[in-house]
């Protein structure tokens, strides 16, 4: 995956996480959203990931993958962001 690709990944998640972070507020009323993950690869799924990617991706894979970088980020001294952290991780493992 190109350099290109991962920088579109990254801009896709921090637009999910400004829509995730609409939703935690508005629709759960400000709570904490246990079941992130899911949401997350659904809308990322809804808004064009499948295209930035060089294989095929399904909802529960891209969920998984989203829980396991969060774990892998939360490791680290926070650097660099998470957007950035995880569009690597999503490139490395599907590109």
């Given at each position: 995956?190109?350099?290109?690709?991962?920088?579109a990944i990254e801009h896709l998640l921090h637009r999910?996480?400004?829509?995730?972070?609409?939703?935690?507020?508005?629709?759960?009323?400000?709570?904490?959203?246990?079941?992130?993950?899911?949401?997350?690869?659904?809308w990322l799924l809804d808004h064009g990931f499948a295209?930035?990617?060089?294989?095929?991706?399904?909802?529960?894979?891209?969920?998984?993958?989203?829980?396991?970088?969060?774990?892998?980020?939360?490791?680290?001294?926070?650097?660099?962001?998470?957007?950035?952290?995880?569009?690597?991780?999503?490139?490395?493992?599907?590109?």
């Open positions: 995956m190109n350099r290109t690709n991962e920088a999910a996480g400004k829509a995730h972070g609409e939703y935690e507020e508005t629709t759960l009323g400000g709570v904490y959203d246990e079941a992130w993950p899911a949401w997350y690869a659904q295209l930035l990617v060089a294989r095929p991706v399904v909802l529960d894979m891209l969920s998984e993958m989203l829980a396991d970088l969060n774990a892998a980020h939360r490791a680290t001294d926070g650097s660099p962001s998470w957007p950035a952290f995880y569009a690597e991780g999503l490139a490395h493992r599907l590109g």
